[in-house]
């Protein structure tokens, strides 16, 4: 238990509470530009302020991302998201890590998330905004919805189907069309997060 000079100054205390309330959003941390305008502060102000956090032990930092903050006490197992993949057409899903999300038994063999833009597999209950989990693997079964990169530049979320001798990448949303050639399987959809209420 803290001391009661370890406790959170208010400016601090509003801190902790955008970096949480951006975890609820998102799954990873806000940017220290982006504390640093809701509070209406430079982003040195919010520096000092985090590293106080820091040393107080409300705040931990993973090195090597740009949104490594989370806050203490995040339950034990972590995926990482990797930015945001397109259901329809969108960017390419980058391999940087944005943030961590954190779960406690909810693992499913998944080795990252991202980030869904697009409806273009709403009708498989995969809405924009939701969480995939994704394993990484080159290939897939028939019917398997997978993360695929298309024409060498964009990321899709799309489900795999053999038609004839051949497969192609299909939408469960009639406004789209099937992607028959030119991708390349990357990973396996293995399960969803959606948060409610925001």
């Known amino acids: ?3 009661m000079a370890d406790e959170p100054t208010p400016k601090q ?11 609820d959003a998102e799954g990873f941390a806000p940017s220290l530009r982006d504390i640093a305008g809701r509070l209406g502060v430079s982003s040195g102000t919010v520096q000092r302020q985090i590293e106080a ?19 203490s006490g995040l339950p034990a197992g972590e995926l990482p998201i990797l930015g945001r993949v397109g259901a329809g057409r969108g960017p390419i899903a980058q391999e940087d890590i944005q943030g961590y999300f954190s779960f406690k038994d909810f693992r ?29 693997q080159p ?11 298309a024409d060498g ?10 038609r004839g001798g051949s ?5 469960a949303n009639p406004k789209y069309g099937p992607i028959l050639y030119g991708f390349q399987i990357v990973g396996l959809v293995v399960g969803l997060v959606r948060q409610y209420g925001h």
Not at 13 to 23: G, Q, S
Not at 139 to 147: L, M, R, S
Not at 153 to 162: I, T
């Open 1 to 3: 238990m803290f001391a």
């Open 153 to 162: 530049e964009d990321g899709v979320v799309k489900r795999l189907r053999r």
């Open 167 to 171: 497969y192609r990448l299909e939408s």
């Open 53 to 71: 956090l820091e040393h107080k032990g409300f705040l931990n930092r993973r090195e090597g991302t740009a949104r490594g903050l989370f806050l």
């Open 13 to 23: 205390k509003r801190i902790l509470d955008l970096i949480a309330e951006h975890f």
């Open 139 to 149: 290939t897939a079964e028939d019917g398997d919805v997978v993360v695929a990169v």
């Open 108 to 136: 499913l063999g998944a080795d990252y998330l991202l980030k869904v833009k697009g409806d273009s597999m709403e009708g498989a209950g995969i809405l924009e905004g939701d969480l995939v989990q994704v394993r990484r």
